[in-house]
């Protein structure tokens, strides 16, 4: 991992991003914060070419996005046109659907979609990638939804996207699934949490309870490229916390 892999995910700073011009001003909040690449998510109200101007003017190379399955369904000659106009190579979904998750037959046909989708991406030049959350770990008889997504997703066609904090919170070990999935990844979420009592809350990077050497140490043995830093809620000001996230993975490296 080096400082100019470590990337913001937009999705931290969404509430700042209302307008172009405000948008405008969360951007350079966050390359003065140390950041010099950006995850789109939460912006893309602002329009495609006004993005594109935006982290252009404050030097942040678009690294990731995330956007609706349904958008790849519909119009993906659009999702890959845009995605050129930004210099970005990973495409992203955040999860699937809600109806994907009802039932292991219902995800198995997600998955399929999926490969097929990523499929055409990898034509263009792009690549799909996948961002878990807590409930692709719940159980289904002897499988679960990551079970499911790990084998029957096709490596050649889509990779991974693993959030930390998600892992955990599906009581699961994220240096195990960051080894377990290996060059089926190359963009990961850094996203640490609080263990209290009355439950789990997000944290900056190096402020809760993840064991970030042994999970930097797992992501580099895998070839990561992206590191990639969210906080879905802030105690203050996001770009606060995601200042805080950055000093302590310069730290860590």
Not at 60 to 72: K, N, P, W
Request: charged content about 25%; overall charge negative.
């Amino acid at each position: 991992m080096k400082k100019n892999q470590i990337a913001a995910q937009g999705y931290t700073i969404r509430e700042l991003c209302k307008t172009p011009e405000s948008t405008d001003i969360a951007f350079g909040r966050v390359k003065a914060a140390g950041y010099d690449a950006i995850q789109l998510s939460g912006q893309w109200h602002i329009g495609v070419d006004t993005l594109a101007e935006l982290t252009k003017k404050h030097g942040l190379e678009v690294c990731a996005t995330h956007i609706g399955f349904q958008e790849m369904v519909d119009d993906l000659p659009g999702v890959i046109e845009n995605h050129k106009k930004l210099g970005c190579k990973y495409v992203g979904i955040g999860g699937m659907p809600l109806e994907a998750r009802e039932s292991p037959e219902a995800c198995r046909a997600f998955v399929k979609k999926f490969n097929e989708i990523g499929l055409r991406l990898r034509d263009a030049g792009q690549v799909a990638i996948y961002h878990n959350h807590n409930f692709e770990f719940a159980s289904f008889g002897e499988e679960s939804l990551m079970d499911i997504l790990f084998e029957e997703g096709d490596p050649d066609s889509w990779q991974f996207e693993l959030d930390t904090h998600w892992v955990v919170r599906g009581f699961n070990d994220p240096v195990k699934w960051i080894r377990k999935v290996g060059s089926r990844m190359e963009c990961v979420h850094f996203k640490d949490l609080h263990n209290y009592k009355d439950g789990p809350t997000f944290a900056e990077i190096g402020e809760g309870v993840l064991n970030w050497p042994e999970i930097i140490a797992a992501c580099r043995s895998i070839g990561v490229k992206w590191y990639i830093v969210e906080q879905d809620t802030c105690p203050g000001d996001p770009v606060d916390s995601l200042a805080i996230s950055h000093r302590n993975m310069l730290r860590m490296i």
